[in-house]
């Protein structure tokens, strides 16, 4: 089992950054894949990005593509998620979602344990 805990999250006008951590404990996340997944008001959750346990692949949402970088610090058991140029559509409830390496990273049906999420919003 591992848990996930998001920080980072808040308020930020346009055009700013936010940079969003997720801690995990209970086991090691070097042999993870990590992704980030938000969920919009009224929405389902979608994904945003994620990264294979080794950190060598990485996947983004269009949406979020040039703008967000996720990175991981196995040695920390933490995942981060650099959001930079934020506009108010990335207004969102963000969670950290775990998949066992032997699954595929890209696919969020492979994400089997999820932090409590953490809120962000974009004021225009």
């Known amino acids: 089992q591992v848990q996930l805990g998001e920080s980072g999250g808040g308020l930020v006008q346009a055009g700013g950054s936010l940079r969003l951590s997720c801690v995990a404990s209970g086991r090691t996340i070097s042999t993870l894949s990590m992704g980030w997944f938000r969920q919009h008001p009224g929405k389902e959750r979608e994904s945003v990005a994620q990264i294979t346990w080794s950190g060598a692949a990485t996947n983004y949402a269009d949406s979020v593509k040039g703008r967000f970088t996720i990175s991981r610090d196995n040695a920390k058991n933490t995942v981060y998620l650099q959001m930079n140029s934020l506009n108010p559509d990335d207004t969102a409830v963000y969670y950290c979602?775990?998949?066992?390496?032997?699954?595929?990273?890209?696919?969020?049906?492979?994400?089997?344990?999820w932090g409590q999420g953490t809120q962000v919003t974009v004021s225009s």
């Open positions: 979602a775990a998949a066992p390496a032997f699954r595929s990273y890209l696919s969020p049906a492979s994400y089997n344990y």
